[in-house]
């Protein structure tokens, strides 16, 4: 109960200085905000118009009404809408060619350490190219429970605590668990400006 309870408190102030510091020098740009509502105006505004934004299965993003403005927009070109207009049967393989390179993925990590390391757990993996390389721009909200001391931490964070809450996400909408079929470690950066971080005092996601 005290790991669970440790995984869901907020970072204190010591805590996000240090990320944020940590973050910028590993190439990552970050930028602090109070709310879900100001982190969802601030990833729409480092949105370019005109250009193809994928949004990666995030449940910060639902939280703070982040997919449904990207997908709602006349502003952006949303992929995931792109995709599910299509016939269930061609949306897969489709997905695989229209998310292969977008200009932009939104979305979300699930743990980052205080040395300014970036931890995504999949179970399909769709979100991890983009998140590596293939999108121009990475734009990733996240709630600083979120923020832990190191790597070792993060993947118990994910292990013991998010992969729980992700199984009764499923469960209630497709009957299955989640499993963590592929992890993403991202260290640096190397492109400068391609990826920014928002991160948020408030608690969002698992």
Known sequence: MEETNKFQQL??????KRTVAALETNGISAVVVETGAEAKTKALSLIEKGTSVMTATSTTADQIGLGEAIEESKDFVSLRKKITELPESEQRAAARRINSAP???VGSANAVTEDGKVVIASNSGSQLAPYAFSAAHVIWVVGTQKIVANLDEAMKRIEEYT???ESERLQKIYGMDSVIRKTLIINSEVMPGRITMILVKEKLGF
């Open 11 to 16: 970072a204190s102030a010591e805590q996000l």
């Open 103 to 105: 200009d932009y993925v």
């Open 163 to 165: 992969l729980k809450l």
